[in-house]
């Protein structure tokens, strides 16, 4: 009867030291996903001459922000009459767009995805903590892109469209493989213009590529995990101004709040946390 106590004693012992372990490295990865960012003294736009701009400014992490901000690639952006531009152009790119810099109500998913229509932005978060943000272009009126919880599946370096074999796309994701949507770099004319896929600029593009998680498949027929959760949400005035036109008279227009971003997640958590629980599993065993 005393061995079988000294058993069962060590057995919890144990079991509370393994419990803390995992906890203590989850927080080590909370604290490693919470990034400071600087911003701006101040938060203000103004439209500008898009060739003057350029001929005076050849700053690369200010022209960075000046693409995110119109939501456009460098070849795009000049062909433009008149671009906005920040008054303080002092902060990192992240703070000029719409998403907060935490999510209470994701603080349990490792990592997951946004894509928001409205402002044509995406956001990276790790437990709840906004770790990586940029524009996108996604689906035109005719081909939107589909709104909802998807997870990304299999990446390529270098595959072709399936609405046009003499496209290449670079650093994809595929996130629906039967409907074959995923992100990608390609171009970017500042509004929504793809046939459903997320159009990423290149940096973002591969940061995503090598961020996100593919699925886990046990053969060509069965997956045992999903990747990672991406949410698409919102809708888009395809008749109507861009957007981020409004940030001319109210630059907090566009912003995405904490509590507004939680409640689009809200619907699909439990099914991220399943999906979440099932990946550890599932590497555990491997």
């Known amino acids: 009867m005393y061995n079988y106590t000294i058993s069962i004693i060590l057995c919890i012992v144990i079991a509370s030291i393994s ?3 995992e906890q203590t490295q989850k927080e080590k990865i909370r604290v490693k996903a919470k990034r400071v960012w600087k911003k701006p003294v101040r938060i203000s736009y103004h439209l500008e001459n898009t060739q003057s701009w350029l001929q005076r400014n050849s700053d690369k992490t200010q022209r960075s922000i000046v693409l995110a901000v119109n939501r456009t690639d460098s070849s795009h952006l000049a062909k433009m009459d008149s671009i906005l531009v920040p008054d303080d152009l002092s902060g990192d790119l992240a703070t000029y767009l719409p998403f907060p810099a935490s999510v209470p109500g994701v603080d349990k998913v490792e990592k997951i995805i946004f894509f928001s229509y409205p402002s044509q932005t995406f956001a990276a ?12 272009n996604m689906g ?3 081909d939107p892109t589909p709104v909802g919880l998807y997870f990304t599946n299999w990446k390529a370096e270098k595959t072709t469209s399936t609405f046009n074999d003499e496209w290449d796309l670079y650093w994809n994701f595929n996130i629906e493989n039967k409907k074959g949507i995923g ?3 390609y171009e970017l004319p500042g509004y929504p213009a793809s046939h459903s896929c997320l159009r990423l600029l290149e ?18 027929e069965t997956i045992l995990a999903k990747g990672t959760p991406v949410i698409v949400f919102g809708s888009y005035p395809f008749d ?16 995405i709040t904490a509590t507004s971003l939680q409640q689009t997640a809200t619907p699909y958590l439990k099914t991220i946390l399943k999906e979440q629980q ?7 065993n491997e």
């Open 19 to 21: 419990y803390g372990c």
């Open 125 to 136: 978060y790790a437990y709840g903590e906004l770790f990586y943000a940029g524009p996108t």
């Open 140 to 142: 035109r009126k005719a």
């Open 183 to 185: 992100f990608h770099q």
């Open 203 to 220: 940096t973002d593009a591969k940061f995503l590529y090598n961020w996100a998680e593919q699925w886990i498949l046990k053969d060509d």
């Open 240 to 255: 109507g101004a861009k957007p981020w036109v409004q940030l001319l008279s109210n630059p907090h227009a566009l912003n």
């Open 278 to 284: 099932t990946r550890a599993a599932v590497a555990t």
